[in-house]
């Protein structure tokens, strides 16, 4: 609480001392000149309280001038009388007064101004200059008034771009952003099964006797092995004519009837006879699952086959309601069972020919391939940071029987078709990015289901290593796995939608376009949901420090590479910085390091990422990154010196054979 500071006076003039009149004459003095001191937060000082006319108002004001804080309680009290007289006449002045009037009046007269063009009542805010709380001087308190105003101007804009970006697009009306499947009579055909089922081979063979078809895989490996398995399809004596389309590749056959395609690269301008959408039960996936959702919305097909897991179905369901579409829903069975064995593996001499040995790292991976290899196994390996090309060398040799067993991560359970009889589990856990995490039934169910390849083995089985693994495991595949969610299916914002919430905000920064499609958009009844990546986020913040237009920052945001990899990381920004500056890329710079060693073999796993994000660019900003075609050779090579790294540490390893590793 502020007090005046008041100075004491006799009774009788004339018995007055040397110091009760120095303190009449301080008194006089700020009489004079209308202030008046007093005492707040600890400290002296001298007030001016006045009322400023202008801009039509009447502000009344309490301040204390610039120089106006004279010293804190303690060591005025002890100051002597001439010393506090001397001070408030240097600081109290007619001269202070003015200048303190005039700056208020020049305040309320831009502050009032301020507030009426954006519709705000200048009272609510100028009121505070008389409220007598502060114990700072006059500059101060008037900053402090103009970023009342300021952030109440920015909560109104706020609430007016929001509404804006709300009018701007409605996510109900999604599905008719995709023009050309909008108004096809477009037929669903979902065929829905747990692995080895058949159902691919299903919609495949409508694919490929279709006059024209598009397929889209979850991964570029996938969209690759079904690539080769179309041109492989001979239609009135010849092959069929493919194209293939990812991120990173596009061999594109002139004349092509038909295209294997990842399924975000879905050309929606082009109408096919048949689409199939492949892994569908991916819709819930929180990261992917909006390029489900535009597959779903937008493949420009007359029918369109759903294939994937049964947990999937209702979404389906919901999905063909909402777009008007007839459904048909096909459930199949395995086609050879699976069962669970009786006991754990215990042993790597307990290990078999046929078997798959699932770890969740590539740490783990090449670990158990080390011990399983110095048993005298020879083995293939797959996990995710090797390139497709890597991974499809590596099944061939488990699948023409070079290798005896495969080590592999999760990576197994989508997209290779292997011969193997039994599923080994070296561990029910899997780290998330965070923690160790027990796996999902519906991971669970999905790589145990590679055992018993239909053709090839009349049964399938599954095991733990350990006791542990092999009891959670058993629980798992016995667990009903919950269904893809109905509603909030995942939509992603398009350059387009962008645009259009900087057409109504003036908004340049991509990190809070995202942020407003994310947030402010009209999302009606929650079927559909804008989603963002954290990835995407985080990228968007740092992009926004570049001078970069937004189609480069969208671009650049959503390049295909890690940012949890140091080394590619800081290539991926070298690349934004190049383009904020005008300049290509070169591929030059892109070392490769030791050979042969397991250090090595990370190094070239991540310069041969690097090539394909490269070549994801050269697609997209072809005058920044003009080495496409380069950078996917340098991929091939990459990946074909992987292979070689990984035949030698298995010969290497399968020399040291004999000594048995319990």
């Given amino acids: ?93 007619p001269g202070s007064k003015r200048s303190l009037h005039a700056k208020v009046c020049e305040f309320v007269e831009a502050l009032a101004a301020r507030a009426e063009e954006y519709g705000l009542d200048p009272d609510d805010f100028l009121h505070a200059l008389a409220l007598k709380e ?106 069929l004519k493919v194209s293939l389309v990812t991120g990173e590749e596009r061999r594109v056959v002139e004349g092509a009837t038909h295209v294997a395609s990842t399924v975000e690269m879905l050309d929606t301008r082009t109408r096919v006879d048949v689409a199939v959408i492949d892994e569908i039960q991916m819709l819930g996936d929180r990261d992917r699952g909006a390029a489900w959702t535009a597959a779903v919305c937008g493949a420009p097909a007359d029918v369109v086959y759903l294939v994937g897991a049964p947990e ?113 589990m070296t561990t029910s856990v899997k780290y998330n990015g965070v923690d160790e995490e027990e796996l999902s039934a519906a991971l669970a169910k999905q790589i145990a289901g590679r055992a018993g390849r239909f053709g090839v083995h009349e049964e399938g089985f599954v095991a733990g290593y350990d006791e542990h693994t092999h009891y959670v495991i058993r629980s798992l595949l016995q667990e009903k796995v919950p269904p893809v969610s109905t509603l909030g299916f995942s939509v992603s914002p398009t350059l387009e939608h962008l645009n259009r919430i900087t057409s109504v905000t003036g908004e340049q920064s991509l990190a809070k376009l995202l942020k407003r499609f994310e947030t402010n958009i009209d999302v009606p009844d929650g079927f559909f949901t804008p989603r963002i990546t954290e990835e995407q986020a985080e990228r968007a913040l740092w992009l926004d420090t570049l001078p ?43 070392g490769e390091h030791a050979h042969g060693t397991r250090e090595g073999l990370q190094d070239v796993e991540d310069n041969c990422k690097l090539y394909s994000a490269y070549a994801w660019l050269s697609y997209r900003c072809p005058e920044y990154f003009p080495y496409g ?30 000594r048995s590793v319990a």
């Fill in 134 to 239: 502060s114990a700072v001087p006059a500059d101060h308190v008037l900053d402090r008034v103009e970023q009342r105003l300021l952030h109440a101007i920015e909560r109104q804009q706020e609430a007016t771009y929001a509404a804006r970006t709300k009018e701007s697009i409605n996510l109900a009306e999604y599905p008719a952003s995709f023009e050309l499947a909008h108004r096809l009579p477009r037929r669903f055909i979902a065929l829905l099964g747990p692995t080895n089922s058949g159902k691919t081979h299903e919609a495949m063979e409508a694919l490929a006797k279709a006059r024209t078809g598009v397929y889209l895989a979850p991964l570029r490996l996938l969209a690759l092995e079904n690539y080769e398995r179309l041109a492989e399809v001979e239609c009135d004596g010849a092959p």
């Fill in 548 to 590: 970069l237009s937004l189609e480069d920052k969208f671009t650049l945001s959503l390049v295909p590479i890690s940012s949890r990899i140091p080394a590619l990381h800081l290539a991926w920004q070298r690349w934004a910085r190049a383009v904020a500056k005008q300049k290509p890329s070169a591929l030059d710079w892109v």
């Fill in 629 to 658: 075609e380069e950078a996917q050779q340098m991929a091939r090579d990459a990946s074909e010196r992987i292979d070689r790294i990984l035949l030698a540490q298995n010969k290497a390893l399968r020399k040291r054979g004999g």
């Fill in 312 to 424: 999937a179905r209702r979404a389906v369901e919901a999905l063909a309601k909402r777009l008007g579409c007839p459904l048909e829903v096909r459930v199949k069975s395995r086609k050879a069972p699976l069962s669970m064995e009786a006991q754990p593996v215990r042993k790597l001499r307990n290990l078999q020919r046929g078997d798959a040995v699932i770890a969740f790292s590539r740490r783990e991976v090449l670990m158990w391939r080390d011990m399983i290899t110095e048993t005298g196994f020879s083995v293939a390996t797959v996990y995710g940071n090797l390139s497709p090309e890597v991974r499809r060398a590596q099944a061939a040799r488990f699948r023409d029987g070079t290798a005896d067993i495969v080590v592999g991560t999760d990576a197994i359970a989508m997209g290779l078709n292997l011969p193997i009889r039994r599923v080994v």
């Fill in 1 to 93: 609480m502020m007090e005046d500071v008041k100075t004491d006076t006799p009774g009788n003039a004339g018995d007055a001392t040397p110091e009760q009149a120095l303190e009449d004459a301080l008194e006089q003095r700020l009489q004079g000149v209308g202030a008046r001191l007093a005492k707040l937060e600890g400290r002296v000082m001298i007030r001016y309280a006045d009322v400023a006319e202008a801009a039509g108002l009447r502000v009344p004001y309490d301040l204390v001038p610039p120089d106006g804080i004279l010293a804190n309680a303690g060591k005025w009290r002890n100051l002597p009388p001439e010393k506090k007289l001397l001070l408030v006449q240097e600081r109290a002045h």
